[in-house]
């Protein structure tokens, strides 16, 4: 950090939508442009799609090996999202915060709420994308190659229920323009970096600054 006022804390950083709305692209454009902010890497039992890397875009695991995870709680949050488990790892979000890094979470709603509630409920800003018509949603989806037809069908019946979690939200964006949607994102992050509370040398700046003063 370059910022007078020393270290400030790091912040989890929630992007959630419906499935095809734009998300993935968004976090990437927002990883490759700022290198404060690092991707939550989850794990999951769904297999690869074409162009998938193993450790990049997801840890892909077999179900025993989940069992694991979850068993021995090295899961910060977990859920069940189209047939297939889905979490997030607890160790490198825990040493990024402490270290005043940012974390992105690509994570639906159920995840949205554990962050919540769990001990680093403090440190979430979370996000909600909407398409700007469903229309634009299932033409999304469907130029998705890898997906067979029932899976866009259970993707779109999803899409609604995913939606109504709208409101448990900090932020909620429609992604009508992508690039207008990042500077959106970028904007909010930007602001909540300033927020007193995660600007953890704060009360030493203005001491010292305040002493400056007082100086003859
Ligand atoms: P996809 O299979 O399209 O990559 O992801 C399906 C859904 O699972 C998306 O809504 C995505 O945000 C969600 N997801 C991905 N990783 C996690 C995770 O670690 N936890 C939770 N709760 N949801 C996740």
Redesign the pocket.
């Known amino acids: 950090m370059t910022s007078p006022v020393g270290n400030r804390r790091g912040l989890m950083l929630v992007l959630?939508?419906?499935?095809g709305a734009g998300?993935?692209t968004m976090s990437k454009r927002l990883l490759a442009g700022d290198p404060q902010i690092s991707l939550?890497v989850?794990?999951?039992t769904?297999a690869p799609?074409a162009g998938e890397i193993d450790g990049v875009?997801?840890r892909f695991v077999k179900d025993a090996a989940f069992d694991r995870l979850v068993a021995t709680g090295m899961l910060l949050?977990?859920?069940h999202?189209?047939g297939?488990r889905?979490?997030?790892p607890r160790e490198p979000v825990e040493a990024a915060l402490a270290d005043g890094r940012d974390i992105l979470?690509?994570?639906?709603w159920?995840?949205?709420q554990?962050l919540r509630q769990s001990q680093a409920g403090g440190d979430l800003v979370s996000i909600f994308l909407l398409p700007p018509t469903l229309e634009e949603l299932h033409n999304r989806l469907k130029s998705r190659a890898s997906d067979s037809d029932e899976v866009i069908a259970g993707?779109m019946a999803r899409a609604a229920d995913?939606i109504s979690h709208w409101a448990e939200y900090d932020y909620v964006l429609v992604n009508d323009d992508p690039g207008q949607c990042l500077y959106e994102i970028r904007s909010i992050l930007v602001t909540e970096r300033l927020r007193r509370s995660r600007q953890i040398g704060l009360a030493g700046f203005v001491r010292d600054l305040l002493n400056e003063g007082e100086r003859p």
């Open positions: 959630s939508s419906p499935s998300k993935t939550s989850s794990a999951t769904r799609r875009d997801y949050e977990w859920a999202v189209f297939n889905y979490g997030t979470f690509d994570i639906d159920q995840g949205t554990q993707r995913e």
